[in-house]
């Protein structure tokens, strides 16, 4: 997993763009489904307050067959911090995919790793 931060929630869109790039030119198939899970998430917390909900949900992610995939989201983070998670069942495809995409959102946002076996928490320091 790799957590980040965005300049801004107003990032969110080019974020959305630069991974779908991302997955086109891996002959990915992308899916969005922010919109529908935001809706879901206002739905669920009009009657629980301990649903995680920010002003913008991001919720996007992209699959090669079984080979590799990735998912990216801000579930429980603040709404301008994104958690990236790769897998796949063709491990060297998956982690080439991983190295190549970290790589290239290392260009324009700090990018952090997290160890295996750790789960990702908000970020403090985003510099």
Not at 8 to 35: C, L, V, W
Not at 64 to 82: C, E, K, R, V, Y
Not at 106 to 113: A, H, I
Request: net charge negative.
């Amino acid at each position: 997993m790799v957590p980040f931060r965005l300049e801004n929630p107003g990032e969110i869109p080019a974020f959305s763009n630069f991974m779908r790039e991302t997955s086109d030119k891996h002959q990915m198939q992308f899916y969005d489904r922010s919109t529908d899970t935001h809706q879901e998430l206002t739905s669920l917390a009009a009657g629980n307050e301990n649903v995680p909900l920010n002003d913008r949900t991001v919720n996007i992610g992209a699959q090669h067959g079984d080979d590799f995939s990735f998912g990216a989201g801000n579930l429980g983070m603040p709404t301008d911090q994104i958690v990236i998670g790769f897998n796949g069942e063709d491990l060297k495809a998956a982690h080439a995919f991983a190295d190549f995409a970290v790589e290239k959102l290392s260009t324009r946002w700090n990018v952090k790793e997290v160890a295996s076996g750790k789960g990702a928490f908000p970020l403090t320091n985003c510099d």
